[in-house]
């Protein structure tokens, strides 16, 4: 047992994760079988994309024994570099890429900037969800019935579906405006100044919880760009209503309860929770 008083840089563990969160906050070590867990399981998941995604591949096979038409291999534009092809096709490249950048985003994350524990129970937890869920848009984008490819028409002048493309361009916003809010809170509590101090560094002076908007974005511009219109648009709607109603609640109340007045001022001060001018 711990017998060194909290302090602002080793406050007393918060009361457990909720739903939404699987860190104990406030509990600052490193868990080395939690490591391994996220690296191993985060680190493999793009490589499950890639089998489920490649041509003739466990996603085309699953589909196919579910008796669910595939799009043809065919139908899908050629990925080159320098020349040369790619063993995937162009869609099914920007799916893997998702994957892996999501990947190497949480990895950082863990091993960069994160300071709580995290256990293997919570870390497989994380595995597993990101898994199935990145599964799952590479299983709507094959599958006919849902894919962006079953109603693209090379007629636009488009290299891909425009769902594809403005999925894209949400998700790489997304990993960057959940990214670099964390980046700016590390550089803050790191700043010995700031001690004690509620983190309004940044566009952290904007919302209250900007992290969270932005793997919010990233979520719905994953699923745009897989399941198209339709999906995207109910990944958004649950991701957000999920962070208002669970993660954004248990992190409110552990911030007023280590800052107690200090939070509340920070919130008349900053109105948005997720998304400036919006919410």
């Not at 799916?95 to 919570?122: T, Y």
């Not at 595995?127 to 962006?148: C, K």
């Not at 594809?164 to 997304?174: D, P, R, V």
């Not at 007023?256 to 919006?278: A, D, F, M, N, S």
């Amino acid at each position: 047992m711990s017998t060194s008083s909290p302090t602002d840089d080793n406050p007393p563990p918060g009361p457990g994760p909720s739903k939404g969160d699987l860190i104990r906050r406030g509990a600052y070590k490193t868990n080395v079988a939690g490591v391994l867990t996220f690296v191993g399981l985060r680190g493999l998941e793009p490589l499950l994309q890639y089998q489920l995604l490649r041509p003739g591949g466990w996603g085309t096979a699953l589909l196919t024994r579910l008796n669910l038409s595939a799009i043809p291999s065919s139908a899908l534009p050629l990925a080159t570099l320098f020349g040369t092809t790619l063993p995937l096709p162009l869609p099914n490249l920007v799916l893997v890429s998702m994957s892996a950048a999501a990947s190497l985003k949480q990895i950082f994350w863990l091993l960069a900037i994160g300071r709580e524990e995290l256990g293997p129970g919570a870390s497989a937890a994380v595995g597993i969800f990101n898994g199935a869920f990145n599964s799952l848009n590479a299983l709507l984008f094959l599958w006919s019935a849902t894919s962006p490819f079953s109603s693209f028409s090379t007629s636009l002048g488009l290299p891909l579906p425009a769902p594809m493309l403005a999925g894209a361009a949400l998700f790489t916003l997304g990993i960057a405006l959940e990214t670099l809010p964390e980046i700016q809170r590390k550089r803050f509590k790191e700043n010995p100044a700031n001690k004690g101090k509620v983190c309004d560094a940044g566009v952290w002076g904007w919302v209250r919880h900007p992290n969270y908007g932005g793997y919010a974005l990233w979520r719905t511009g994953y699923a745009l760009a897989a399941g198209g219109l339709a999906f995207g648009l109910v990944m958004g709607v649950w991701q957000m209503w999920h962070f208002a109603t669970d993660s954004v609640v248990f992190m409110d109340e552990y911030m007023q309860k280590r800052y107690g007045e200090q939070w509340e001022g920070h919130k008349k001060r900053v109105r948005w929770l997720l998304v400036p001018g919006i919410y």
